[in-house]
């Protein structure tokens, strides 16, 4: 039976909206430049949240923009003027962690819908009926709940005018969902203003106050010891838990991440929310295929372990890497392929396409966009494929 719950998904641009709907997001979530969490990735300009948001309703999706910063008093004006435009753009709701942007949002009585975000870190029924109260339409509950905890908050809203959201895979924060200062401590770049450089992901080392430059490693083993890298959350096995308690969206986290995280992580939550039979190791695989921490259950499983930190490295792991990704572009017959990572001709790749995996060998020899033949490609070459190929599809060289 297919599940009306919403897949809420990041994009980073406009590329990786476009990717986003075709694989299956109900609603993606952006951010303006220089409002929103997420200072260093690549936020929309309010032309590109224009384009965004015209291409979502055009396809019948939404678009929520992210406005999650805590802002200093002298920021306000700016924030309620970009709020403004966004509102008169269609914008399906903003995501807001601070009060007082609430109530600024609030006074120029648009029509654009409150979101509370995870930011605000909420763990109760009773602060999410306080948004309500201070006009949320949606709460996204704190990443530190278990199942058991958002059940019972779920319970307590039955009937209630307010909708939940929750953090179903992606990265998560050593502290309280970002509220940290390590980076800023260290690198003078700070989290909640979307800056954080993870250096609670660094390997760290011991020294004496008297014997400065003498560092003693800290190991668990001989590779190290990453004590604060949380491996990633991966939750398809509680969306029908989600689903069936009332939770109205189900949200991905990356607007850092590429076009494939994007495609791959998509196809998984959109089985499963579709009722489709995707068994937990294919389900793994799939997730695999792109970069990630290990996975975790996180709080949702009832508390945290050491096994929910990746303690003998802060690298990234993936069984795959993407090669190269299909265009929407045709040049006569052919498919326009954009080349990610140096391929050779009749190489046998892994093709994953909204329609699923399947395997697929390039052609001998390929062919450049000037229709010379080539034996092989680099990063940022275009080559034609054939036109059975579909548009939105990666090519990705497999390891294991
Ligand atoms: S340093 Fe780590 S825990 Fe702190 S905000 Fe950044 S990612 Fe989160």
Redesign the pocket.
Known sequence: MALKTELLAPAGNLERLKWAVVYGADAVYFGITDFSLRSFAGNFTLDDARLGLDYLHQNGRKGYVTLNIYPFSNEYDELMRTAAELDEMGADAFIVSDLGVMRALRQLNLKTPIHVSTQANTTSWQAVLAYRDLGAKRVNLARELSMEQIKEIQRNLEGEQVETEVFIHG?????Y???????DYLTGRM??RGE??????WNYTLMEEKRPGQHFPVFEDERGLYL?N?RDLALFPFVPDLVNCGVASLKIEGRMKNVHYLAAVLSVYRAVLDGKAMPEEIAYKMLGRVSNRGYTFGFMKGRITPDDYETSTHKYQSTSVMVASTTEQMHGEQRVCRVKNTIQAGEQLELLTPNGVSSYTLPNPLVSLEGESIDHANNQDVILLNNDLPPYAVLRRVYS
């Open positions: 990265s998560v924060c050593f502290s969902s970002g509220r940290c200062a390590i980076s989290a909640n954080c450089t993870q250096p609670c992901r604060f949380s």
